[in-house]
């Protein structure tokens, strides 16, 4: 696995140097040719290899890995010294240098000299790995032929449907008494506060179960607040404090991220002090975690219930003595009933696969998260005796292990079976933290920067990566936490007995270590470095400083600190904060000695100092900065055209004009994001032709009169751009902004005098368009009045602070026709909503927060006539929060109909 990312990712470095206007180094072509087929040969072996080995790295692998990993040492390490020289040729032309402690600088001719010597060492380091690869494509090709994988991997990478993976994950594998049982114990008239423990050993259904009941709607109609935490071994209070008060208060964590854990705890106290409330702790692994946080869960004497799971028995009689449910394994019927769901749908198992298929499931031994899994496996392969039979012989083989270490041994199976493309993707997942919510958007970006991606018929390496991740999950090997408004999904999850089978396989075949761990590779042959929180410094710098081969950084940790071979590292990340450099020689040394990262996710108190040689990041992929202080690029930003993702955080952001005489084009260029005052010129627009996501705001100053100076009308010549964000601060009316037809997700954020009424026709008739949200602006003759034909695609639409519009009408019955989700907030104003909404038939609900009385009459109205026609189990739902009490609004709840008041008052 790790040779084959390594094989892809050394092909992507070749391909940019021979792709790139001004590669930092030129290769021998007929290197390039050797490299390359020996490389090409490799890939292919890999992708029909099988490993006799199973414990420990394989070393026909590992020394594959290690042609690949030398080979990119070269290439990089000659990049440094190439620029290296060529700054000691400007520092010799000038004698003021801000990097000149780095090195002495030569003479104009020794320069050259060293410049013949760095071609010559280039070609023979480059010369020793193609003969080193040439020794392993001969050992390869005496492989014996049983050792390779009968199975086609050469299938196409678009994966079937998620759908049957989300249907699986959440299928319901207990009897009616056990989901039953526990309802009983949450509803019960019993008035003091019951804890009921759930326990059993990981994979086992604890969670799901949980879950299952937790989204009954009795449950929701009993209590009058409901809230979830997962504990994990290495719980943060603050954090299970905050993911309660937000989801007890409806609040966002960032309303609440400036609140002390003190404040969190007495908020959290008042808000559940008085009301019935259910909390669940899941995975809870000690009694300190409960003696730590029960406290702030009142005994109000009125059925308030807390329900937690854990894979820990006797933490379960400390939690209640009279009562815990202890997960069984599943029987037979159920085991078998989960597993035929899951591999053939609706359909049934041919009468051939039955016997076999039942002696494969009898061998997960009943444990429902190794049915699924098993099951996942075999859902993407040949339904033949022959397949059904090689799976049954590796089951088999297993069977006499215990528990958790049996349950890790058959998940690895399923890490086996995957194709070798998919087998880094998945690895790395595991090097985020337990329970982790991992953005799907910062995943794909570390894949591609990480250079785990093979290119294949013209798509995007971002396209490619979603169509992974979707592979994964149909697998059941990462599960979806979140999806967006629109259906795309925003986060996915990893199972803990998953991220443990990650963990220890990247463990054993040195594909990242993570500081604080043990590592049977030994430190100074590590590539990926994990740097966990709370990590105390002096192990992060003393590991660093053992770590020479280190080229990717994975932290979240505080500070960036300096480690050897900086020129080297490839990827520079944080997944939760942003790492903070502090250090102002650091800083200036970014840019000067950092010059082969692909990836740079980082906070700076100032980016001139990077800017200076900013285009010494010759290979610059992702570049994502926080940064406070007004700055503009440099215009040699333009002829970057590596460049894939610019994301601009906080701070004022300006991209310069670009000069006439350059022609590089950005084909790469999909997100530009965060940049201050964009000027759409046709040098622009020929520029960044593929982009994909954009998102500018505006800073009205002083001299421009015309909105057209921005030349806005230009955007809609962006013919594949997909989303746009457009605010605008002062007084600027950016009435000339166009559209292309391609928008699928638009904002618009505009000042107070902004008439909605000029450019809602041109938004209406965008036909791809499913996510709209408008801010602020105003609505000149305060109505809103919609026809038939707009918005054919929409399915959701918010509308934020716009108090000028008190009619919302439509003069047809066909409105909105995909309408799932209409959000309002801030609309106090707003007398009326359009009636016709209640009639179609996509539509989920409505959420009104802080929207005036005579809007949510409306809402109840839809409501009411929709009960009436459909009755009250139809999916049709309203939420209202209100700011302060409102008897006549709160007496309107109902099950389709809830009121939420955060006010006492």
Known sequence: MAAYAAL???MHIIDDLERHHSPPISLNKQQVQSLTENVMFLQEFLEAYISPVSDEADPLEMRIADAAYAAEDAIASHIVAKIQLSRSTE???????????????????????????????????MQNVIQEMDQIKSLAMQRNTEKVVLHDTRRSFVSASSSTGKNSS????????????????????????????????????????????????????????????????????????????????KKTKEQLSEKSEDELELELYQHLIGRRFLIVMDDMWSIDAWDRIQRFFPENENCSRILVTTRLSHLSSQLNNNYSLQMEFLDEVRSWELFSKIVFGVGSCPHELEKIGKKIVENCRGLPLSIVVVAGILRNREHTLGVWESIRKNLASEVNLDNDKHCLKLLKMSYNHLPVYLKPCFLYIGLFEEDYSVRVSTLVKLWVSEGFLKPMNDKSLEIIAIEFLKDLIDRNLILVGEVGSTGN???????????????????????????????????????????????????????????????????????????????LLRTLHAYNKFLYLEDESLIKSLASQYVNLRHLAVELGSMSSVFTSFTRFWNLHILIVS??????????????????????????????????????????????????????????????????????????????????????????????????HVACWGDFAPYALTFPQSLKKLTLQMNRGFEWEKILEKIGALPFLE??????????????????????????????????????TAESNSIFPRLEKLYLLEMEELKEIPTQIGDIPTLQKIWMFYCGESAVMCAKEIVEEQVELQGEDFPFHVRVWLRRKNEAVQSLASPNFEVICNSSN
């Open 489 to 567: 999904i925003k986060f996915v999850k990893i199972h803990d007995l998953l991220r443990d089978l990650c963990l220890n396989q990247s463990k054993k075949d040195g594909f990242y270590h993570v500081i604080g761990q043990s590592s049977p590779q030994g430190m100074s042959s590590q590539r990926r470095v994990v740097i966990p929180m709370n990590m105390p410094k002096k192990k992060v710098l003393d590991d660093l400083q053992s770590m020479p081969c280190a080229r990717s950084i994975i932290s979240e940790y505080v500070n960036v600190p300096r480690i050897k071979n900086s020129g």
């Open 170 to 249: 959440g299928m319901v594998v207990w009897s009616e008494g056990v989901v039953n049982g526990i309802l009983e114990r949450l509803v019960s008239d019993q008035r003091e506060r019951q804890v009921i423990p759930i326990t059993g050993m990981g994979g086992i259904g604890k969670t799901t179960l949980a879950k299952t009941v937790y989204s009954k709607k009795i449950i929701e109609q009993r209590f009058d607040v409901c809230a979830w935490a997962t504990i994990s071994q290495q719980y943060n209070t603050r954090e299970i404090l905050c993911e309660l008060v937000s989801q007890a208060t």
């Open 8 to 10: 892809v990712s050394l």
């Open 771 to 808: 996510k709209f949200k408008l801010y602020m602006g105003c609505f000149g003759t305060g109505k809103w009045e919609m026809v038939e034909g707009q918005f054919p695609s929409l399915k959701y639409l918010e509308l934020q602070w716009c108090p000028s519009l008190e009619h919302w």
């Open 627 to 724: 940064c406070w202080k007004e700055f503009t690029a440099p215009a040699e930003i333009w002829r970057m055209p590596q460049l894939r993702h610019i994301e601009m955080i906080n701070g004022s952001f300006y991209l310069p004009k670009p000069s006439s005489d350059d022609v590089v084009v950005m084909e790469n260029l999909l997100v530009l994001e965060g940049i201050a005052n964009f000027k759409c010129s046709e040098e622009v627009v020929k520029r960044i032709p593929n982009i994909k996501k954009l998102c500018i705001y505006y800073l009205r100053r002083g001299g421009i009169e015309q909105d057209d100076y921005y030349c806005l009308k230009n955007i809609k010549r962006l013919c594949k751009l997909e989303s746009l």
């Open 91 to 125: 520092a010799d032309i000038s004698p003021v240098s801000d990097e000149a402690d780095l090195e002495d600088p030569k003479t104009v001719s020794s320069n050259y000299d060293d410049d013949d010597d760095e071609e010559m060492n280039l070609f023979r380091d």
